[in-house]
């Protein structure tokens, strides 16, 4: 099974999200729609904080959450806000392929040491830093997090349309998660 779909025509856009929000993410980052004026944030998007993504959208049209994996389940609060306060109706989740936070404990000595020499902890405070929040930070597989992830913010957020997607940090386009 495909389990990305390449988003290179409207056509290719799931027919649930044509002519919403997170189709328009989606014709703006890949098929270079034409940019519009927005006074006001169509959608929340949640993406990693890596530093290898740029979307290319218009001034105004998201609120945009960054945090490693993509994770929003320690930003309950501010997901809360962007649709009560901010009045959006459309979450896209967008992981990425070689992220970080895939295998955390390969990277424990160099989390360790880059504490203790870059910024100054002492070594035990480090190695109990780690391991308290790697096991809460741990997305396990991108694309099955992300689904995951999208299913956990629809029961939480029942009237809210949830896009679970995927970015290719090499050539940077966005994928649509099949989820059939
Ligand atoms: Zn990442």
Redesign the pocket.
Known sequence: MNRLMDISSSKDIFPEYRNTPIGLLLEYHNLDRKPKIYSQAQLLIGM???NRKHLHIPDNFAFIIRA???NLRYSEFKVSYAIAVGDIQHIALI??NN???VNLISRKEQFIKGLVNKAGWDKEAAEDHFMHFAPMFEIGNEIDFISSEANRLRLRYPKITVAPMMYSVDDNRLYLINEK
Do not use: F, P
Request: charged fraction near 10%; proline fraction near 0%.
């Open positions: 990693c904080m890596d490693g994996g993509a992981g990425h992220c970080g936070m």
